[in-house]
């Protein structure tokens, strides 16, 4: 797993770890990875690494690396993410090209790298985590292509890989309530406006992780065998996607 040193990645970690599975995930700063693997208190179970997902040759490092211990994979979840740049007069090709790379680049290098330990252990899932914006407009347009592109991704990989046992799925989470992130500073910062904000949403509350997280178990677990090819919003029916339209 990608970025799973925080925020949503640390809750699908801390999921997977307490439904009994054997963990590997990676995140570009030790830091975070280390707060991780010390809370989690799963000891072999989970594996950490440094690897940036958009360097050439890292990913795939990690995952060789986390293949060898575990003797083999079983599946995999794209979890890292984000975007560069602001609105199109002030984006940069850089920031779309970054952008692009963070997001759907490293989920087509994920599902190469992980492919062959899924096809040799007779089948697996792959899961992709996109965003409500991939299918509700919202700023900025680079970060909603990408995330709508990595939807397409995965019913199309889903066909590809299918005839070898390859399930692949994506995920698109609402706004999250994260501590510490913006919607948390929002909500202490400007109260008035987060309240105004979860008027986007029917019971007045944001997403919380771990909601996506469990979704994404199932996905990756036989109990979700008949899946695959599926974009399933875990939004809590949210409407827009940011406080600032669209």
Request: with cysteine; proline share 6%; glycine share 14%.
């Amino acid at each position: 797993m990608t970025g799973g040193s925080r925020g949503l990645g640390a809750a699908i970690v801390r999921e997977l770890l307490a439904q009994g599975a054997r963990v590997a995930t990676c995140a570009r700063t030790p830091g975070g990875l280390d707060d991780l693997a010390a809370s989690a208190g799963a000891g072999s179970r989970l594996m950490t690494g440094v690897a940036d997902v958009t360097a050439e040759g890292e990913l795939e490092a990690f995952v060789a690396r986390a293949a060898a211990p575990f003797g083999g994979l079983d599946g995999a979840v794209a979890c890292a993410g984000g975007a560069r740049g602001r609105g199109l007069a002030q984006a940069s090709p850089a920031d779309w090209s970054a952008t692009w790379e963070m997001n759907l680049g490293h989920s087509v290098r994920l599902t190469t790298a992980v492919a062959p330990h899924l096809r040799a252990a007779g089948g697996g899932s792959l899961v992709f985590i996109s965003s409500i914006s991939g299918w509700k407009p919202a700023p900025q347009a680079q970060y909603g292509v990408a995330k709508a592109a990595q939807i397409h991704l995965a019913a199309s990989l889903a066909r590809e890989l299918g005839p070898d046992g390859i399930r692949v799925n994506a995920v698109s989470p609402g706004s999250m309530l994260i501590p510490g992130k913006r919607w948390d500073r929002m909500r202490h910062e400007d109260p008035d406006a987060f309240d105004r904000f979860t008027r986007e949403f029917p019971d007045r509350s944001l997403v919380d992780p771990a909601e996506v997280a469990r979704v994404v178990a199932f996905l990756l677990s036989d109990a979700a065998s008949g899946i695959s090819g599926a974009h399933i919003p875990v939004d809590k029916g949210q409407n827009a996607p940011t406080p600032d339209g669209y």
